[in-house]
Nanobody, 126 residues
Framework: EVKLVESGGGSVPAGGSLRLSCTAW????????MGWYRQAPNECELIASI??????YYADSVKGRFTISRDNGKNTLDLQMTSLKPEDTAMYYC?????????????????????WGQGIQVTVSS
């Protein structure tokens, strides 16, 4: 069975850092595209993705502050977040797909992603 399990969330002051991790089971990780979605009351967007071939996408809102990476030997996906802002407060979801085209990166694009983790909370205080 497919599982995606996030870890590493929590609460930090503005300007701080957090590292999120996602561990995957039940599918061919190295052949899959991976990403991070975040959802908040007034936001729903793909913030970063890394394809099986290594190509990386970042949303403008996090570009220059967040770094996505993967370790195919460990079936893990990481998101290093620095210079955190209160507007980064959200639930963060690890997502996976066999192939994504990166069409809409808002909530309408969720259907592109086959598997979702349960989500992990990140809270940034001002």
């Amino acid at each position: 069975e497919v599982k995606l399990v996030e870890s590493g969330g929590g609460s930090v002051p503005a300007g701080g850092s957090l590292r999120l991790s996602c561990t995957a089971w039940g599918f061919t990780f190295d052949d899959s595209d991976m990403g991070w979605y975040r959802q908040a009351p007034n936001e729903c967007e793909l913030i970063a993705s890394i394809r099986s071939g290594g190509r990386i996408y970042y949303a403008d809102s996090v570009k220059g502050r967040f770094t996505i990476s993967r370790d195919n030997g460990k079936n893990t996906l990481d998101l290093q977040m620095t210079s955190l802002k209160p507007e980064d407060t959200a639930m963060y979801y690890c997502v996976a797909a066999k192939n994504v085209y990166l069409g809409p990166t808002d909530c309408t694009g969720r259907r592109e992603w086959d598997y979702w983790g349960q989500g992990i909370q990140v809270t940034v205080s001002s």
